[in-house]
C-alpha cells in the first residue's frame, strides 16, 4: 500500500534553532518528492521537489535531503524564525503521476 | 497572475443543503485539482481535471458530491445534500504540466455544515 508517514507530527523550537523534519514512504515506482510549506489559513506553497537522482536540494534556509534506497526524506531548516511557524506536508508521486500520496503534515511552532 | 482564485472563502450552511464551491485556474494550467482537508484525514485528493474533462475521480466521497469545470477558466464543487461530516476547508489547485510541475494552491474555502 502507497503511504506517506511524518515525523514528528508536531514540534516547538526557540527562534534561531535548526529543526529537522522526517518523512518515510513507501510509494513505488518512485517519481518524485515535494516538501510544502503551509500557513494557518492558507493554501500549500512549494518549498522543494527531488527526483530519484537527487540527494539534496536548498531554498534559503530549507534543505531537502532523499534517500531513494531507504525511502526516507528529510527537511531541515536552519536559524529558524517566528515566520517558520506552519504545517509542512510531504507529497510523493508515482512514476507517471497517476498517485499523488499526502502526509499528515509536522506541524512546527517556532517561539520567540 | 491572481493565482488560483476560490469563492466564498467562508461558507456556513445547514445540514441538507445545497453547497457550491466555485474555482477559477491560473491562466494556462492545464490541470485542475479538488482537494478537501480536515485535521483527522489531512489533505485528500477528490477529483482532477485535465483540458476540462475529468480524469480521475476516485477521491470524491459519495454522490453527494459532483464536480464540473465547463470552461479552462472556472469549475465547481457541489455538495447536495450537505452533512456535518462535509466540515472541512476545500481547496482547488491548477498545474500548468504532468509529471513534476508544481501545483499552485488556491486560499481554500472553509465549509461549516451544522
Known amino acids: 500500500k502507497n503511504q506517506v508517514e511524518q515525523s514528528p507530527q508536531s514540534l516547538i523550537i526557540l527562534e534561531g534553532k535548526n529543526c529537522t523534519l522526517q518523512?518515510?514512504?513507501?510509494?513505488?515506482?518512485?517519481?518524485?518528492l515535494r516538501w510544502y510549506k503551509q500557513d494557518t489559513g492558507r493554501g500549500p506553497v512549494s518549498l522543494t521537489i527531488?527526483?530519484?537522482?537527487?540527494n539534496t536540494k536548498s531554498n534559503g534556509r530549507y534543505t531537502a535531503t532523499l534517500d531513494a534506497d531507504t525511502k526516507q526524506s528529510s527537511l531541515h531548516i536552519t536559524a529558524s524564525q517566528l515566520s517558520d511557524s506552519a504545517s509542512y506536508i510531504c507529497?510523493?508521486?508515482?512514476?507517471?503521476?497517476?498517485?499523488?500520496?499526502f502526509g499528515a503534515g509536522t506541524r512546527l511552532f517556532v517561539k520567540a | 497572475d491572481a493565482g488560483v482564485i476560490q469563492s466564498p472563502r467562508h461558507e456556513v450552511t445547514e445540514m441538507g443543503q445545497e453547497v457550491t464551491l466555485r474555482c477559477k485556474p491560473i491562466s494556462g494550467h492545464d490541470y485542475l485539482f479538488w482537494y478537501r482537508q480536515t485535521m483527522m484525514r489531512g489533505l485528500e485528493l477528490l477529483i482532477y481535471?485535465?483540458?476540462?474533462?475529468?480524469?480521475?475521480d476516485s477521491g470524491m466521497p459519495e454522490d453527494r458530491f459532483s464536480a464540473k469545470m465547463p470552461n479552462a477558466s472556472f469549475s465547481t464543487l457541489k455538495i447536495q445534500p450537505s452533512e456535518p461530516r462535509d466540515s472541512a476547508v476545500y481547496f482547488c489547485a491548477s498545474r500548468k504540466l504532468a509529471g513534476a510541475d508544481e501545483q499552485y494552491f488556491g486560499p481554500g474555502t472553509r465549509l461549516t455544515v451544522t
Open positions: 481535471f485535465n483540458n476540462n474533462v475529468p480524469i480521475d
Open positions: 527531488m527526483t530519484f537522482s537527487e
Open positions: 507529497v510523493v508521486r508515482d512514476t507517471g503521476g497517476f498517485k499523488t500520496i
Open positions: 518523512c518515510n514512504y513507501t510509494v513505488s515506482p518512485f517519481s518524485n
